[in-house]
């Protein structure tokens, strides 16, 4: 089943995520595609290079090398495991 934008419910398309993006930064969505793209872009260079990569209100993304291969793992930081009801530390309200 899908929803009226065409996604399946509890999914967000990169289109919607990018036309949210736009309205809360407050310019047109191609800037905000534009953002979006270079920040994975930036983000697939950093794995490819075998880097790890923190974004404080987000969690840890990381490549964990074992022998002959390679696992992508995300730890979630302790604000996203309090949004969605997991044990953590995190205080502050959302």
């Known amino acids: 089943m899908y929803d009226q934008f065409g996604s399946q419910p509890g999914k967000m398309s990169k289109k919607e ?3 949210a993006l736009a309205v809360r930064m407050q310019t047109d ?4 595609e534009r953002w979006v793209e270079a ?3 930036t ?6 290079a075998g880097q790890s990569i923190t974004i404080d209100s987000l969690g840890s ?3 964990d090398r074992r022998r002959e291969s390679t696992a992508f793992k995300f730890n979630p ?5 309090a949004l969605l009801g ?9």
């Open 17 to 19: 995520f990018i036309q």
């Open 29 to 32: 969505q191609a800037t905000a």
């Open 39 to 41: 920040y994975t872009d």
């Open 43 to 48: 983000l697939f260079e950093a794995f490819k």
């Open 61 to 63: 993304f990381y490549l």
């Open 77 to 81: 930081s302790q604000k996203l495991r």
């Open 86 to 94: 997991w044990a953590s530390t995190y205080k502050k309200g959302f």
